[in-house]
């Protein structure tokens, strides 16, 4: 009898054991953190199917890049009739980018004219309502797919027509980019009273008092299109991301730079205005002859990039 309970002992006990290993065998394993294969440093021509059209871009990626470790991502748009390479050009930022570490996406934008559509802006891209806030999510994703990106510290910049697709990325994608650096450019007022960011986004913007293309003041175009002055635009992202409406005010020589802080959320909106500045990149190469000389008193490639450092996503 003490054989047999002794040996009913030994089936439970086995049985316990069994189904412990059993359980513990079921148990789903933590997904494997994705592996990069670091890229060739320097600039390199891609494109990617969005919308049934081939886009392109050039990126760079930077001497010091280690895939092992998320970076930074700057999104760099071209003005109209322009394209990556002379966006290259005229901003300086591989430089930067060298310098500092981070990559730099220079997509190029659609149609002969090569522009982007900023809502009611500029060319065949906004006649035809072409998604390009579609078309970054979409570049945005694929670049994820072989970039290690620090998805908190994704921003963009844009120069011109570039600029104004800038200000609707800040409208619409305010999830994704962290915070913005236009360059010579507002929004069309249609445009800036639709926007509704789900989010606060930094501000840091350039231009010039003397820039024809793109006035300080607004204007209208031929076609109708009212665009804001500067002082508009940035009244707006001041009421929106809560800073104090009277800024802290810096001149120096032509540069007037006027900071709104402390701003809700950590925002902040700067203004770098131009005295006589033309429709250039401030501290960058100029254009054309006929766009004017930029300023050599201030670098908004470095000042972007600096603002761009202490403006993480929160």
């Not at 886009?55 to 109209?80: C, E, K, M, T, W």
Request: proline share 7%.
């Amino acid at each position: 009898m003490k054989k047999l309970i002794s040996l009913l002992l030994c089936i439970l006990i086995l049985v316990a054991i069994l189904a412990c290993g059993g359980t513990a065998a079921t148990q789903t394993p933590p997904p494997e953190e994705p592996t990069y294969e670091a890229p060739p440093f320097g600039d390199s021509k891609h494109s990617l199917d969005y919308g049934g059209e081939e886009r392109s871009y050039v990126l760079h990626i930077p001497p010091g890049y280690d895939a092992s470790q998320p970076a930074p991502l700057v999104l760099a748009f071209h003005g109209i009739t322009l394209d990556a390479n002379e966006m290259i050009r005229i901003s300086g930022f591989n430089n930067q980018s060298d310098a500092a570490g981070f990559i730099v996406v220079y997509p190029n934008a659609s149609g002969e004219q090569r522009s982007w559509n900023g809502g009611h802006c500029c060319g065949e891209a906004a006649l035809h309502n072409v998604d390009d806030v579609g078309f970054v999510r979409a570049l945005i994703e694929e670049l994820a797919t072989y970039l290690n990106l620090d998805r908190n510290r994704i921003y963009a910049t844009g120069f011109s027509n570039g600029a104004i697709l800038v200000y609707r990325l800040a409208c619409e994608m305010s999830d994704q980019i962290a915070a913005i650096g236009p360059v010579s450019a507002t929004q069309a007022l249609e445009d800036m009273l639709a926007c509704q960011p789900s989010r606060l986004v930094p501000v840091i913007h350039f231009h010039g008092t003397d820039d024809e293309p793109n006035p300080y003041n607004g204007g209208t175009t031929p076609g109708g299109v009212q665009f804001i002055s500067v002082n508009d635009q940035i009244s707006f992202w001041v009421a929106t991301n809560g800073c104090p409406i009277e800024a802290q005010q810096v001149v120096s020589g032509n540069i007037i730079h006027d900071v709104y802080a402390p701003c809700q959320a950590g925002s902040s909106v700067e203004l770098y205005t131009v005295t006589g500045g033309k429709h250039a990149w401030p501290g960058g190469e100029a254009v054309n002859l006929r766009m004017g000389e930029p300023t050599i008193e201030i670098s908004a490639t470095s000042l972007m990039w600096d603002f761009f450092v202490a403006h993480p996503m929160p």
